[in-house]
């Protein structure tokens, strides 16, 4: 059984709005890693990741996993 190839990298464009903050809030941090900061603390928060950063499946729930 071989190993899945790891995911590409995506291109993401922001508004205008989202590219200020981004600019004006976290000026000399890189970018790609705010945002991977961003969308990991608002999976957690919507209740997609566990506590230890896993993604939730329907299944975790369906066992009570979740």
Same mark, same amino acid.
């Given at each position: ?26 000026? $000399? ?17 919507? $209740?997609?990741?566990?506590?230890? $950063? ?13």
């Amino acid at each position: 059984m071989s190993t899945p190839p790891p995911p590409r990298p995506m291109t993401v464009t922001l508004d205008a709005k989202s590219a200020e903050i981004l600019r004006r809030c976290y000026r $000399g941090e890189n970018p790609p890693t705010v945002l991977a900061r961003a969308l990991r603390m608002l999976a957690t928060a919507d $209740g997609h990741l566990d506590p230890a $950063g896993r993604i939730i499946t329907a299944r975790d729930r369906t066992r009570g996993q979740a």
